[in-house]
Structure formats: C-alpha cells, structure tokens
C-alpha cells in the first residue's frame, strides 16, 4: 500500500503489497496506489473485510502487534490529514482492523480503540457516508458489553 505522493512518503511510511499479504491485511489493486476512499470500505473484490482476514487467519495470519500497526497507520493519516476526503475512510479501516485484532486475539484495549475511532469519524465526520454505518458498529459494540 502506497499513500498519494502529496502526502509525502514521510506521512505515515509505505507498506508494500507484499507486506501487506503477510500481515493478512487485504489488498484492493494489485501493485496499484491504493486511495483509502476509492472502494467501498466494507469489501475488497465483493467480500466483507473483515471476513476476508479471517480467513487469512490461521497460524499464517498477522500478530497482534502487525495488526495494531496497521491501525496506528490509519489513525497517522487523520492526525496528519484531519480535513482530507480520505480520513472518515481511514477511522473506518483503522476501527475495523482493531475489531478484527479483538475477534483473533481477545485484547480489551482493541475494542476500545475500535470503539474510539468510530466515535471519532462519527463526531469528527458528521457529513461521512461511513457516519451510519460506524453508529450502527457503535451500537452492536455496546450491546455486546
């Protein structure tokens, strides 16, 4: 995964698609720049995200420090770029990411990471497409106390 140029490569780093296959992170286009707003953020080739890394799970998948490394990425690129188009986007990811990391390793502090950055995109971002969806995660969350 490769940031816009205009970011700067110092923005949050560079993560190659090779590194990201051995994270299990899901990988949208190939060798291509991967926009975090340019697909639906939900699913990569038609599949749910989330549904996707687990699968890649298994003994082969990412540890519990890749995958919060990915999150903190995401969160690098709304603390650095917080009026850019793709930060409602990157919350969304990011949240995802800690959730998935909370389903595999059962660690409280990434489901509160989840939980802050889906508050975050729905305060931070009031007009984000994603704002529903994040209220919807939000509440299943909080039922599941």
């Known amino acids: 995964m490769r940031f816009p140029s205009a970011w700067g490569q110092d923005a949050v780093g560079a ?14 286009a190939g ?5 975090l707003g340019a697909v639906d953020p939900e699913r990569v080739d038609g599949v749910p995200v ?8 298994g003994a082969g998948g990412a540890s519990l420090a890749q995958l919060r490394w990915v999150v903190a990425l995401y969160e690098s690129v709304v603390r650095r770029y917080p009026k850019s188009g793709y930060c409602d986007n990157a919350l969304w990811q990011g949240a995802n990411v800690a959730l998935l990391a909370f389903d595999r390793f ?8 989840a939980i802050r950055l889906l508050t ?7 007009s984000s497409p994603l704002r529903g969806r994040a209220g919807e995660q939000l509440a299943g969350l909080n039922s599941n106390r």
Do not use: C, F
């Open 15 to 28: 993560v190659g698609v090779d590194d990201a296959h051995r994270l299990g992170v899901p990988v949208l």
């Open 31 to 35: 060798d291509a720049v991967l926009p």
């Open 50 to 57: 989330r549904a996707q890394a687990r699968r890649r799970g």
């Open 106 to 113: 059962e660690q409280a502090a990434d489901r509160r990471t």
């Open 120 to 126: 975050h995109l729905r305060q931070g971002y009031p």
